[in-house]
């Protein structure tokens, strides 16, 4: 705007200024009505038009500015963000993966002893195929202050959440008070996680991740993608007993609706878990009014106890599920682990896996 200005021609002829004839003491005077003379007026246009440029671009040029600093800078491979705000989005941005993807698990301190859950959970990572590199974006949700220094001295991404005066630090019985109410607080961390930006892969801590598992599950449109207890053979089909130990969900204003509707149902349970009010919730048509697309994980690949015999060597994941107390579920996940050991150390090629009985497990409920 500036260089238009200047490249203006000087002989611009300005229009004459009106006259008036006043009378001051009988003397008649001819007085512009103007209160500059022509060449004033002339300069002050300039220099104010000048001015206003000078504004407008200065202004344009901050804008422009500051996108470029709050964003990506692609060229040349080099990459600029803007501060983080807060300590949970620091630790999501630590732990998100390119397409700010991140995977959460939940650690209390009956998890996070010697020898516990936790320590074979992380194991289990390290002698999987390709699953080493995946702790690179896994956030632990620590509900104490002991699994929470516990956390730091053997990972990498912890995040301790604020639970008021609740105590989840001792072992947490499926369905009792402190299991639920654990829930709960979860669920609402889960929600500001979403409302945040961020997609997530939530996985119990029971779970040994043998391979990589991100290969079945690139499927482009899908909100939620759920493991099952027991899998009908069709992804899609919405009789699939969902298990909310394992799932993926894509951040969208459908999946917080979701999780801000189950959240609201905290206080009228009728005594059941989240997983069942879900499923409640989807044979009420809520998943539909909502236009999710409800993907089911086939159990032989996200495979867990309850469908012992289903899977094969192509396994990805394996759940304890069907299955109550961290002392059986310790037991025979040893023994899942072990088996995958060997079968990974094997020089015979034709070595057959032989997955064990989960025999702790089938006498935990007795």
């Not at 779970?207 to 493991?227: A, T, V, Y």
Request: aromatic share 12%; hydrophobic share 35%.
């Amino acid at each position: 705007m500036v260089g238009l200005i200047l490249s203006g021609r000087e002989d611009h002829q300005w229009p004459q200024p009106r006259r008036q004839r006043v009378s001051v003491e009988g003397a008649s005077l001819i007085s512009p009505l103007d209160d500059q003379p022509k060449s004033g007026m002339k300069h002050a246009k300039y220099h104010l038009l000048v001015i206003v440029s000078f504004i407008i671009s200065a202004t344009l040029s901050y804008t422009c500015w500051q996108n470029l600093i709050s964003g990506r800078l692609d060229i040349f491979g080099i990459h600029i963000q803007s501060s983080p705000k807060d300590e949970l989005e620091r630790a999501l941005q630590r732990a998100s993966m390119g397409n700010k993807t991140v995977m959460i698990s939940v650690l209390n301190r009956a998890y996070a002893n010697d020898g516990g859950l936790f320590d074979l959970f992380l194991e289990g990572f390290r002698k999987g195929k390709n699953t080493s590199v995946l702790l690179n974006h896994l956030l632990l949700l620590a509900f104490d202050q002991k699994s929470y220094e516990t956390c730091n001295r053997l990972h990498q991404h912890c995040y301790k959440v604020s639970v008021d005066d609740s105590d989840f630090s001792n072992e947490l019985y499926y369905m009792s008070s402190g299991y639920l109410n654990m829930l709960w607080r979860k669920t609402q961390f889960l929600i500001q996680v979403l409302k945040r930006g961020y997609s997530f892969l939530f996985t119990d801590m029971d779970i040994l991740w043998l391979r990589n598992p991100f290969d079945i599950l690139k499927h482009e449109g899908d909100d939620f993608q759920f493991s099952c207890d027991t899998y009908t053979g069709k992804p899609y089909d919405e009789n699939n007993p969902a298990n909310i130990g394992f799932y993926l969900v894509v951040s969208n204003n459908k999946s917080i609706a979701l999780f801000e509707t189950l959240y609201a149902k905290r206080n009228n349970t009728g005594g059941r878990k989240q997983q069942d009010l879900l499923m409640e919730m989807k044979k009420k048509g809520v998943f539909r009014q909502l236009g999710l697309k409800v993907r089911y994980l086939d159990d032989r690949y996200i495979a867990g106890f309850c469908s012992i015999g289903r899977y094969n060597d192509k396994v990805r994941t394996i759940h304890a599920n069907c299955c109550r107390g961290i002392k059986a579920k310790l037991i025979d996940l040893r023994l899942v682990l072990d088996e995958w050991e060997a079968f990974s150390n094997a020089t015979l090629t034709n070595y057959k896996l032989k997955w064990p009985r989960h025999a702790e497990c089938l006498h935990s409920w007795a």
